[in-house]
Structures are given as C-alpha cells and as structure tokens.
C-alpha cells in the first residue's frame, strides 16, 4: 500500500498522458491565438472567393462591383492603405467590416483572416 499509487503505473502510461496533454494544449492554441503568421497562398483562395468582386484582381479597388459601391474599396496597391493602422487594425476591419466594408468574422476564422490579409499585402508595390 503506497500513499503515492500513482507511482506505481507504468511511466510510459504517465509520459504518454502527459504528452497527449500537452500536444492538444499546443495544437488548439496554435489553430486559434494570434501567434501564427499569415499564409499569402492559402489567403490567394480566399482572397478570390471573397474579396476580389470589390478590391479588384490587382488589388487596386477596381473589382466588378466596384462601380456599384457608394464607396471605392481599399486600393492595397497604395502605401496610404497600409497606413491607416497596425496589423491589429486590419484584422478589426475585416472581422467588424468598416463603411460598406462587409464583416467577415462568422464566415472564415482568425487563421484565414491573417492569410488573406498577407495576400492583400502582396499587392503592395515596393
Ligand atoms: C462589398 C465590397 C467589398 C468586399 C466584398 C470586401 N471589401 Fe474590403 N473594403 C471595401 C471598402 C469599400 C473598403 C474601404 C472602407 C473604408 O473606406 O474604410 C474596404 C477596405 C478594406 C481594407 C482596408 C481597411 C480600410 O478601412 O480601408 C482591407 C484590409 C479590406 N478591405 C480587406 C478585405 C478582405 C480581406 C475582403 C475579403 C475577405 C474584403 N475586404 C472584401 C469593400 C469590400
């Protein structure tokens, strides 16, 4: 009899508990904290499903549906759109939408928002 009867398993039961834990907690919170950085190929797909139709294929603000919109979508080839806030900003405006500028927060996740957002980036001119 062991006041400690947990000592008495097999360590490997332990060890594998433990890591199994410890992946799951690594896992999860890479999937949803603001650690990763963003995928501009995977952001490129989202971009075309969801965006492009205003911000245009180049980036520029002339999509289709632009000359219906009372408001012209960001120019992303524009340094002065890359001015107007820090990453922090930019994530804002695409979750809550700004102006006619839709909301997209229920429809892709914090993951795709940085995707799509580094994809916008390309079109920066340097
Ligand atoms: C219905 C047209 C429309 C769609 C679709 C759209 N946007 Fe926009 N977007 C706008 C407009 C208009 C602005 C300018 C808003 C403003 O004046 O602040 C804008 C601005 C932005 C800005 C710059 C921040 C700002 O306030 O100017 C970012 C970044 C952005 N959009 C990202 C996206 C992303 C990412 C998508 C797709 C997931 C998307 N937009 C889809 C219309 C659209």
């Given amino acids: 009899m062991s006041f400690f009867p947990i000592a008495h398993r097999k360590p490997g039961f332990i060890t594998g508990v433990?890591?199994?834990l410890g992946m799951t907690v690594i896992l999860s919170f890479t999937s949803t904290a603001s650690g990763a950085p963003g995928?501009?190929?995977?952001?490129?797909?989202?971009y075309k499903g969801l965006c492009i139709q205003c911000h245009g294929?180049?980036?520029?603000g002339?999509?289709?549906?632009a000359p219906a919109l009372m408001e012209k979508?960001?120019?992303?080839t524009d340094p002065k759109t890359w001015q107007m806030g820090d990453e922090a900003f930019y994530i804002h405006v695409i979750r809550r939408g700004r102006k006619?500028?839709?909301a997209f927060?229920?429809?892709i996740d914090p993951q795709q928002i940085r995707d799509?957002?580094?994809?916008?980036?390309?079109?920066?001119?340097k």
Wanted: net charge positive.
């Fill in 18 to 20: 433990a890591l199994t």
């Fill in 39 to 46: 995928d501009p190929a995977r952001g490129k797909k989202i």
């Fill in 57 to 60: 294929v180049k980036g520029d």
């Fill in 62 to 65: 002339n999509g289709v549906a």
């Fill in 73 to 76: 979508p960001a120019n992303f």
């Fill in 100 to 102: 006619i500028m839709p």
């Fill in 105 to 107: 927060w229920d429809v």
């Fill in 116 to 125: 799509v957002l580094s994809y916008e980036r390309t079109f920066l001119k």
